[in-house]
């Protein structure tokens, strides 16, 4: 089972942390990710971690405001946004895979969603 907290409202520039609590799972033996759905639009990939966190990925427009992180030992991930955008309004989704990647058909577990709001 995975929990996403941490959305909000906040204005453009500024900054929140996502977490995604998993429960119910060796949480290093699955690679997880974020990814986002704005309303009338298709869930978009955000970012991806690997199992022990080495290795990260991240979709263009997030890079370099966006870093993704993990806690294994807690059983947590983490999405610093910085320098927020309008555009980034959406929901946001945590998601866990055995094998993972960078696309919604590669990850099966998915959490319930929290909200982020950006105003202009």
């Known amino acids: 089972q995975l929990q996403a907290s941490g959305g909000g409202l906040v204005q453009a520039g500024g900054s929140l942390r996502l977490s995604c609590a998993a429960s119910g799972r060796t949480f290093s033996h699955y690679f997880v990710g974020w990814f986002r759905q704005a309303p009338g639009r298709e869930r978009e990939f955000v970012a991806s971690i690997s199992w022990a966190g080495v290795t990260t990925y991240y979709a263009e427009s997030m890079k370099g405001r966006f870093t993704i992180s993990r806690d294994n030992a807690k059983n947590t991930m983490y999405l610093q946004m910085n320098s927020l955008k309008p555009e980034d309004t959406a929901v946001y989704y945590c998601?866990?895979?055995?094998?993972?990647?960078?696309?919604?058909?590669?990850?099966?577990?998915w959490g319930q969603g929290t909200q982020v709001t950006v105003s202009s």
């Open positions: 998601a866990a895979d055995r094998r993972g990647g960078t696309s919604t058909a590669d990850f099966v577990s």
